[in-house]
């Protein structure tokens, strides 16, 4: 099975700045790469896929980009409703396996 | 709209076994492999299975390959997980996904709202 681990576990950042999560493959997954973003009490919302096409109706203040075993999530501008837990998925191959999660907090 | 509504969730005693339904519109739903994944109190998102279109190809993890089984009804527009020999572990919400493509080779766009279940005596 493929592991993927994201970095850090936690954040904490303030209302305007720019954060970066890293997600990373152990063994080359090409772009098969989604990103979510989940809230307390709430489903998973489907942010990214192919590692960098943003879903319909997901601002562009998200970003993703990378390739291979190598991937980063961009938040920019963070606003208050962005503070939740982003997890990365791969889906190069079976079992779809998720990443720890990253759950970005208020400073 | 798409929509996705799960069903079936709830109270069971272990080793038994449970249903679980996912009802879609909004979409074609044959066009599109579907799956579940769940998430235990207070932990993160494990994929559990998947099934492609036509339901001709099914993957399931190895946590649960031999006691759970994913199927779809296509004249229903139905997702369905029958889940047997529950264990205390299996204790989770699960949640039903649409992928982007027919195979489940395209990730996941749209998610339902989830369904309990709880495994205890």
């Known amino acids: 099975d493929i592991q993927m681990t994201q970095s850090p576990s936690s954040l904490s950042a303030s209302v305007g700045d720019r954060v970066t999560i890293t997600c990373r493959a152990s063994?080359?997954?090409?772009?098969?790469l989604a990103w979510f973003q989940q809230k307390p009490g709430k489903a998973p919302k489907s942010l990214i896929y192919?590692?960098?096409s943003l879903q319909s109706g997901v601002p562009s203040k998200f970003s993703g980009s990378g390739s291979g075993t190598d991937f980063t999530l961009t938040i920019s501008s963070l606003q208050p409703e962005d503070f939740a837990t982003y997890y990365c998925?791969?889906?190069?191959?079976?079992?779809?396996?998720f990443g720890q999660g990253t759950k970005l907090e208020i400073k | 709209e798409v929509q996705l509504v799960e069903s079936g969730g709830g109270l069971v005693q272990p080793g038994g076994s449970l249903r679980l339904s996912c009802a879609a519109s909004?979409?074609?739903?044959?066009?599109?492999?579907m799956s579940w994944v769940r998430q235990a109190p207070g932990k993160g998102l494990e994929w559990v299975s998947a099934?492609?279109?036509?339901?001709?190809?099914?993957y399931h993890a190895d946590s649960v390959k031999g006691r759970f089984t994913i199927s779809r009804d296509n004249s229903k527009n139905t997702l369905y997980l029958q889940m047997n020999s529950l264990r205390a572990e299996d204790t989770a919400v699960y949640y039903c996904?649409?992928?982007?493509?027919?195979?489940?080779?395209?990730?996941?766009?749209?998610w339902g709202q989830g369904t309990l279940v709880t495994v205890s005596s």
């Open positions: 996904a649409k992928d982007l493509n027919y195979y489940g080779s395209g990730g996941s766009d749209f």
């Open positions: 909004g979409f074609t739903f044959s066009s599109y492999a």
């Open positions: 099934i492609s279109g036509s339901g001709g190809i099914t």
């Open positions: 063994q080359g997954i090409s772009n098969y």
């Open positions: 192919a590692a960098s």
């Open positions: 998925q791969q889906y190069n191959s079976f079992p779809h396996t």
